[in-house]
Nanobody, 126 residues
């Protein structure tokens, strides 16, 4: 399984970006999906997650109300719409897939995700 993230870039504070993550294979609809980020010198942190059906979403407090996760199971793609960006959002953003979508709810823990994308850089200037 391969995950390909795209859509990162440089944006001014207050701006928006939309990240995409395409997933190979035929099992995408069985995966819970997550977005994580890692800033320089910091640990990777949970940003948001989405259940395999799209019926349940979870957000870190720092992005709640500004970021929206969604998925299109017909396109094997998960999205992250990021609005009202601020410099603290600067990081490499990673998408991840959890194969245990039938067994558990969306996880906030990186070690419970089985597949990872390569990351896409988001830089927010002040």
């Amino acid at each position: 399984v391969q995950l390909q993230a795209s859509g990162g870039g440089l944006v001014q504070a207050g701006g928006s970006l939309r990240l995409s993550c395409s997933v190979s294979g035929s099992a995408f609809s069985t995966y819970n999906m997550g977005w994580f980020r890692q800033a320089p010198g910091k640990e990777r942190e949970f940003v948001t997650g989405l259940s395999r059906t799209g019926g349940s979403t979870y957000y870190a407090d720092s992005v709640k109300g500004r970021f929206t996760i969604s998925r299109d199971n017909a396109k094997n793609t998960v999205y992250l719409q990021m609005n009202s960006l601020n410099p603290e959002d600067t990081a490499v953003y990673y998408c991840a897939a959890d194969r245990a979508g039938y067994l558990r709810s969306v996880s906030r823990y990186p070690n419970e995700y089985d597949y990872w994308g390569q990351g896409t850089q988001v830089t927010v200037s002040s």
